[in-house]
């Protein structure tokens, strides 16, 4: 679903028809899941995100936080310092972590069962996980180049980044697949 046009930076087909897919579901949503949204961020992607702030001039006062691990720093009322109130878009879109390009899909980890599970936003939390699901052939795209971004995000981040934010409760989801983990990420893990 996302070629990648530069180094990290990530093209969704849809942007080339001016509009996002979602965004004219998005753009009547009053939740906004980019406000205590706190995506989780590689030293890779924050190296990919300075980049892009820095070429496209975007003015970020404080770009990243960091707590048991490292996410876009939020305002006080916990919007991410990327989002753009006016627009209503991610003024890093292009480049954004990899669990905002899986959004409305989420993961967990079964530490039981070594795989790590899909998961989808119910529609009364997100109108746009509704539509993507009744969509099946844009949800099979979407869901396949979500397992793409999660695996790459879980396989850089370390066990204990990985284990605070497995605790993260994400309610009104529902599962919609499982993988085996990578067989690097279960020795990372601990996990026999
Ligand atoms: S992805 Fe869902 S929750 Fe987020 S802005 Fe769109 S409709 Fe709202
Ligand atoms: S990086 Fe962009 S898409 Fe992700 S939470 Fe922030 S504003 Fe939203």
Redesign the pocket.
């Known amino acids: 679903m996302n070629p990648t046009s530069k180094k990290g930076e990530t093209t969704l087909p849809e942007d080339k028809k001016g509009k996002t897919y ?1 965004f004219d ?2 753009s009547q ?1 009053k ?3 980019c406000q205590d949204a706190k995506p989780p961020l590689t030293e890779t992607r924050k190296k990919i995100i300075k980049q892009y702030v820095n070429e496209q001039k975007i003015k970020v006062d404080q770009p990243f936080a960091r707590e048991n691990y490292s996410y876009p720093a939020v305002d006080a009322l916990l919007y991410c310092n990327f989002f753009n109130k006016e627009t209503k878009k991610c003024s890093v879109h292009s480049v954004k972590p990899e669990t905002c390009v899986s ?2 899909i989420t993961f967990d980890i079964n530490f039981k069962t070594k795989k790590i599970e899909y998961f989808l ?1 119910k529609s009364e ?5 509704g539509v993507l699901y009744t969509d099946k052939a844009a949800f099979k795209t979407h869901l396949e180049e979500a397992k793409k971004q999660l695996i790459q995000l879980v396989c850089q981040l370390d066990a204990k980044e990985l284990h605070a934010i497995v605790k993260i409760d994400e309610p009104q989801t529902f599962k919609v697949d499982e993988d085996d983990l990578p067989i690097d990420l279960v020795k990372k893990l601990g996990l026999k």
């Open positions: 979602s579901v998005c949503c939740v906004y899941c959004g409305p936003k939390i997100c109108a746009f996980a």
